[in-house]
């Protein structure tokens, strides 16, 4: 008796070694740097001053623009680490392992109840019940150390990711102690339980990101298959309990599930835009492909992967273009096959494939997203390890012991095969960390792994231009550019390469502006590059690059009919700041005139009039306010949700039209202050 008392601190006493273990294995990197979509988010902290007081905070926690939700909670989640902008990294990829262990633990909680759950009265053995612990245990140390989970929570916006799998988590450990408390006859605490752990933590999942709205299917999923063949709610009152799992659970789950169906409707009715390279069709003829390729990577770990670099998978054009496409779609199916054969015999394997697949319903499927990233995984994979786990430790099938007791000799044989397999997956997460410390060296291997991966080269060849190589970035975008001539990225940082070097060709000049005309929408790529562009034609440092070849150079983008009313908005702000380098403020009132009409934003407005008065010209800066002033009586299109409450927050708080008060105040200032000096600039 004294050791079935003893065994469960053991095991707890394990699993605390196991997270130890984790922690170290992350530690190199906890040094690293913000990385692509860190700087595109999280600048939003200090976009309207510290977030110190009740205004700044809720003009912040409403300023996302990801999901109709504007992610929120995730956003919130941010002020834990930092309050302003420019901000240090380490806070917040600290936070980001704190989070990974957290949900490391709450798996271990939920793998240890479903455990006993479908053991259910057949758990009469210690042995058994010891067994389900160590699996338990086992298959959260699993998860917890495999490297591929690094590309997540090293990626401190990825946060994003990692919080939907921690309301899952708490959702359905909440959702079984409310089951329990109803199948024991409490219904009114055990229905508060089932609802707050399936209503309110798919809110939360889906205030951190769109795919937290799963949650009542991944219920059900254990419901029908763990659960359903248990009696216990005979015992208390069933039919509360089913209603409840029909408000908190099967309603939501067909709304979600309405949902993607209709937008797979809508994409294929209608099309997708011209935003991605690939229609609706290909991407589900893809999707397989990747799934598996998914697998592969979890089940054949390795410490380093393609990490946020995966835009050079190519989309399926048919069932036979690549003939990998109907094999992937026939395994598929044959998974789909698998949950349904395998529930009764082996529901943990059942359910940890049914998992992973509903899991990715969101990310992998009629949503238009980009086709692949690593962190995807980060929840489905939450039980795939479950059924291996089980069977090292002995049990099997419906969560028996497996034959007769095993000898202490093969335990122990057992446990060096999972102590040894647990500490090369450390190691291997060891090794990833350490890159992800190094953003030079993490640069240089992303871009020997993914050498068809633009953003990978371009990546690279930022931070040799950064070192004062740009020979080496030439050389690495040059033939990047000739296999795809469309790359606008890779045109524009190979002309950045070549003024380094001190002059630029007409050849790479017409490449730049080939690429400005036949490319996609590059988003903000362009006011980027074009402010440090601006600086070098000005400068005069860069042969056969001058504000005449900028100006033609940026201007062949307005013949591209994929950029949106956005990029032609940058284009007419860029040239408006070409102009006001010449000092022409008449033309560059025209062209913000025109950037204007594309988009009437009073953000726009305020930054282009504030240009023209630091410029010298607090005369058009007013003007241009007063062009805005004659266009902002029309509506302005905003997406709904997020957006729409932003909005109201900042009419609310009066934000505008205080900066824009000030802003009109400091200009007619400096009118005066012209007027008084006889006008002279």
Same mark, same amino acid.
């Given at each position: #008796?004294?050791?079935?008392?003893?065994?469960?601190?053991?095991?707890?006493?394990?699993?605390?070694?196991?997270?130890?273990?984790?922690?170290?294995?992350?530690?190199?990197?906890?040094?690293?740097?913000?990385?692509?979509?860190?700087?595109?988010?999280?600048?939003?902290?200090?976009?309207?001053?510290?977030?110190?007081?009740?205004?700044?905070?809720?003009?912040?926690?409403?300023?996302?623009?990801?999901?109709?939700?504007?992610?929120?909670?995730?956003?919130?989640?941010?002020?834990?680490?930092?309050?302003?902008?420019?901000?240090?990294?380490?806070?917040?990829?600290?936070?980001?392992?704190?989070?990974?262990?957290?949900?490391?633990?709450?798996?271990?909680?939920?793998?240890?109840?479903?455990?006993? +759950?479908?053991?259910?009265?057949?758990?009469?053995?210690?042995?058994?019940?010891?067994?389900?612990?160590?699996?338990?245990?086992?298959?959260?140390?699993?998860?917890?150390?495999?490297?591929?989970?690094?590309?997540?929570?090293?990626?401190?916006?990825?946060?994003?990711?990692?919080?939907?799998?921690?309301?899952?988590?708490?959702?359905?450990?909440?959702?079984?102690?409310?089951?329990?408390?109803?199948?024991?006859?409490?219904?009114?605490?055990?229905?508060?339980?089932?609802?707050?752990?399936?209503?309110?933590?798919?809110?939360?999942?889906?205030?951190?990101?769109?795919?937290?709205?799963?949650?009542?299917?991944?219920?059900?999923?254990?419901?029908?298959?763990?659960?359903?063949?248990?009696?216990?709610?005979?015992?208390?009152?069933?039919?509360?309990?089913?209603?409840?799992?029909?408000?908190?659970?099967?309603?939501?789950?067909?709304?979600?599930?309405?949902?993607?169906?209709?937008?797979?409707?809508?994409?294929?009715?209608?099309?997708?835009?011209?935003?991605?390279?690939?229609?609706?069709?290909?991407?589900?003829?893809?999707?397989?492909?990747?799934?598996?390729?998914?697998?592969? +990577?979890?089940?054949?770990?390795?410490?380093?992967?393609?990490?946020?670099?995966?835009?050079?998978?190519?989309?399926?054009?048919? +069932?036979?273009?690549?003939?990998?496409?109907?094999?992937?779609?026939?395994?598929?199916?044959?998974?789909?096959?698998?949950?349904?054969?395998?529930?009764?015999?082996?529901?943990?394997?059942?359910?940890?494939?049914?998992?992973?697949?509903?899991?990715?319903?969101?990310?992998?499927?009629?949503?238009?997203?980009?086709?692949?990233?690593?962190?995807?995984?980060?929840?489905?994979?939450?039980?795939?390890?479950?059924?291996?786990?089980?069977?090292?430790?002995?049990?099997?099938?419906?969560?028996?012991?497996?034959?007769?007791?095993?000898?202490?000799?093969?335990?122990?044989?057992?446990?060096?095969?999972?102590?040894?397999?647990?500490?090369?997956?450390?190691?291997?997460?060891?090794?990833?960390?350490?890159?992800?410390?190094?953003?030079?060296?993490?640069?240089?291997?992303?871009?020997? #792994?993914?050498?068809?991966?633009?953003?990978?080269?371009?990546?690279?060849?930022?931070?040799?231009?950064?070192?004062?190589?740009?020979?080496?970035?030439?050389?690495?975008?040059?033939?990047?550019?000739?296999?795809?001539?469309?790359?606008?990225?890779?045109?524009?940082?190979?002309?950045?390469?070549?003024?380094?070097?001190?002059?630029?060709?007409?050849?790479?000049?017409?490449?730049?502006?080939?690429? #400005?005309?036949?490319?996609?929408?590059?988003?903000?790529?362009?006011?980027?590059?074009?402010?440090?562009?601006?600086?070098?034609?000005?400068?005069?440092?860069?042969?056969?690059?001058?504000?005449?070849?900028?100006?033609?150079?940026?201007?062949?983008?307005?013949?591209?009919?994929?950029?949106?009313?956005?990029?032609?908005?940058?284009?007419?702000?860029?040239?408006?700041?070409?102009?006001?380098?010449?000092?022409?403020?008449?033309?560059?009132?025209?062209?913000?005139?025109?950037?204007?009409?594309?988009?009437?934003?009073?953000?726009?407005?305020?930054?282009?009039?504030?240009?023209?008065?630091?410029?010298?010209?607090?005369?058009?800066?007013?003007?241009?306010?007063?062009?805005?002033?004659?266009?902002?009586?029309?509506?302005?299109?905003?997406?709904?949700?997020?957006?729409?409450?932003?909005?109201?927050?900042?009419?609310?708080?009066?934000?505008?039209?205080?900066?824009?008060?000030?802003?009109?105040?400091?200009?007619?200032?400096?009118?005066? +202050?012209?007027?008084?000096?006889?006008?002279?600039?």
């Amino acid at each position: #008796m004294r050791r079935d008392v003893r065994l469960p601190s053991l095991t707890l006493l394990l699993f605390a070694i196991v997270l130890a273990l984790a922690w170290f294995a992350y530690m190199p990197g906890l040094h690293g740097g913000f990385l692509f979509d860190d700087y595109a988010n999280l600048p939003a902290i200090g976009a309207t001053g510290p977030v110190d007081n009740w205004a700044t905070f809720f003009r912040y926690v409403t300023s996302g623009e990801a999901d109709p939700t504007g992610r929120p909670l995730a956003l919130l989640s941010f002020l834990v680490d930092a309050r302003d902008w420019p901000a240090d990294a380490y806070p917040f990829k600290r936070t980001n392992l704190l989070l990974h262990l957290a949900n490391a633990a709450l798996l271990f909680v939920l793998l240890r109840r479903l455990g006993h +759950l479908g053991a259910g009265n057949a758990l009469r053995d210690p042995g058994q019940s010891r067994r389900l612990e160590l699996a338990a245990a086992l298959a959260s140390a699993l998860w917890v150390l495999h490297p591929l989970f690094v590309s997540t929570t090293l990626y401190i916006v990825q946060r994003e990711a990692m919080l939907p799998a921690t309301c899952a988590l708490c959702g359905l450990n909440l959702w079984l102690s409310g089951r329990a408390r109803m199948a024991q006859g409490s219904t009114l605490a055990g229905g508060l339980l089932v609802a707050t752990g399936l209503l309110g933590f798919t809110a939360l999942g889906v205030l951190s990101k769109a795919n937290g709205a799963l949650l009542p299917i991944y219920a059900l999923l254990v419901e029908c298959i763990v659960l359903s063949p248990s009696r216990e709610l005979r015992q208390g009152r069933p039919a509360p309990y089913r209603r409840m799992m029909v408000v908190s659970a099967w309603i939501p789950a067909v709304a979600i599930l309405g949902y993607l169906a209709w937008q797979g409707w809508v994409g294929m009715v209608r099309g997708i835009g011209t935003l991605r390279p690939w229609t609706l069709g290909e991407r589900l003829l893809t999707e397989p492909r990747i799934l598996f390729d998914y697998l592969r +990577l979890l089940w054949i770990p390795r410490p380093f992967t393609s990490g946020v670099f995966n835009e050079q998978f190519m989309a399926s054009k048919s +069932l036979a273009d690549p003939s990998t496409t109907w094999i992937a779609i026939l395994g598929l199916l044959v998974l789909v096959f698998a949950v349904f054969g395998l529930r009764r015999r082996w529901p943990a394997a059942s359910l940890a494939i049914a998992f992973f697949l509903c899991a990715h319903l969101v990310e992998s499927s009629t949503i238009a997203l980009e086709l692949y990233y690593e962190h995807r995984n980060y929840l489905p994979a939450l039980l795939l390890f479950w059924p291996l786990a089980l069977a090292v430790t002995g049990v099997g099938r419906r969560f028996e012991l497996i034959g007769a007791p095993r000898s202490r000799t093969t335990d122990f044989s057992y446990g060096l095969l999972s102590a040894a397999l647990l500490l090369g997956l450390a190691s291997m997460t060891w090794a990833n960390a350490s890159i992800w410390g190094n953003t030079t060296e993490q640069a240089l291997i992303w871009a020997r #792994m993914n050498p068809d991966s633009p953003r990978a080269q371009t990546n690279a060849a930022t931070l040799e231009m950064a070192a004062d190589h740009p020979a080496s970035a030439i050389a690495r975008l040059t033939p990047m550019l000739e296999r795809d001539p469309t790359q606008i990225q890779v045109a524009l940082n190979l002309l950045a390469a070549h003024c380094l070097e001190g002059s630029v060709d007409p050849v790479t000049l017409e490449a730049a502006g080939r690429a #400005m005309e036949t490319s996609r929408d590059p988003g903000a790529l362009l006011v980027s590059w074009s402010d440090r562009a601006i600086d070098t034609a000005r400068a005069g440092s860069c042969k056969g690059f001058d504000l005449d070849a900028l100006e033609h150079l940026i201007e062949r983008g307005l013949h591209n009919s994929r950029f949106s009313n956005g990029r032609r908005q940058d284009i007419e702000h860029i040239r408006g700041d070409v102009a006001l380098q010449r000092r022409d403020s008449a033309t560059a009132m025209d062209y913000f005139n025109m950037a204007l009409d594309e988009q009437p934003r009073i953000e726009i407005a305020m930054q282009q009039s504030a240009m023209l008065g630091e410029a010298g010209f607090p005369r058009e800066g007013l003007s241009h306010l007063d062009h805005f002033s004659a266009l902002k009586k029309e509506s302005l299109a905003i997406a709904p949700g997020m957006p729409h409450i932003h909005q109201w927050v900042l009419a609310r708080q009066g934000y505008w039209g205080k900066e824009y008060r000030r802003l009109r105040k400091n200009l007619q200032d400096d009118v005066n +202050l012209e007027d008084t000096h006889g006008g002279i600039r």
